[in-house]
């Protein structure tokens, strides 16, 4: 039998919004996202559809945990890429400390994004 999901979290950005924050805030970058992840979202011409996508991922993650913001900071939270492409979590810090009190041990998560919104899902699991 399966353990059943012990969280869920989803969260939409909107980008131009997030572009124009982005732009508005130099330093925001940096202080959302580790190195990995501006790396590779800055392999595109314009990284905010990536980084919007990551950013929504790290919200969905407080959700899944039951927090709000403020709980730990962004970079606790990295979204990386498998050799397949396909996204996974990893947490460090307090995002990890919060997610081990709360019997977290595996992540599902999944990015998508339309010409106007990024959106993550993700699902925190037991063993």
Do not use: C, N
Not at 51 to 57: G, M, P, S
Not at 93 to 116: F, I, K, M, P
């Amino acid at each position: 039998m399966t353990a059943p999901a012990l969280g869920l979290g989803v969260d939409a950005v909107d980008l131009e919004r997030f572009r124009t924050s982005l732009a508005r805030t130099p330093g925001l970058v940096a202080r959302l996202f580790t190195d990995a992840e501006r790396a590779y979202a800055s392999r595109r011409r314009d990284p905010t559809e990536r980084l919007a996508a990551r950013f929504a991922a790290k919200e969905a993650v407080m959700k899944a945990l039951g927090v709000g913001l403020g709980a730990f900071p962004f970079r606790d939270v990295e979204v990386a890429r498998a050799d397949s492409g396909e996204p996974a979590l990893v947490l460090r810090g307090a995002a990890a400390e919060l997610a081990a009190a709360r019997g977290v041990q595996r992540w599902h998560v999944s990015l998508t994004h339309t010409a106007t919104t990024a959106i993550a899902v993700v699902l925190a699991l037991p063993e």
